[in-house]
């Protein structure tokens, strides 16, 4: 997630900095805001199920996840990248849809899981550590 999160401030850092007028301006702040919403949105989440043992929770929990993720993507494909940027907003799609791939996969999981213990299994499962990974 750090290097998600590098990522994205690399997208606008550079784009604020480039010299193609107000549309690489313009992108940058679009981009901030996405960034800023998705991270506000996964903060609460975190906040509302901390410790908790109710299984519906942690359920609507992950669902909320992949649609904060999702709805970030959508964003962020919605957006028209200067040329400046364009390479590294490509870069940020793809890294950005395989934390949402990854991130759905374990939600998945979370759905078909009939207790708490099935869940912390998970953490052990190949689309935890994918998930981590990117």
């Known amino acids: 997630m750090k290097v998600l999160r590098t990522l994205l401030l690399s ?76 390479e590294l907003h490509d870069t940020a799609l793809e890294i950005i849809g395989r934390v949402t791939a990854a991130e759905t996969a374990m939600a998945d999981l979370v759905m078909a899981s009939d207790s708490l213990s099935d869940i912390e299994a998970l953490w052990e499962t190949p689309s935890s550590s994918a998930r981590s990974d990117v």
Do not use: H, K, W
């Open 11 to 86: 997208v606008v850092i550079l784009a604020a900095s480039c010299g193609g007028g107000p549309s690489t301006a313009d992108y940058a702040a679009e981009v901030e805001a996405l960034v800023t919403t998705m991270n506000a949105r996964l903060d609460g989440l975190d906040v509302e199920v901390e410790g908790t043992q109710d299984l519906q929770a942690i359920r609507r929990y992950a669902e909320q996840r992949v649609l904060a993720r999702n709805d970030f993507l959508i964003g962020l494909r919605a957006l028209n990248a200067p040329n400046e940027v364009a």
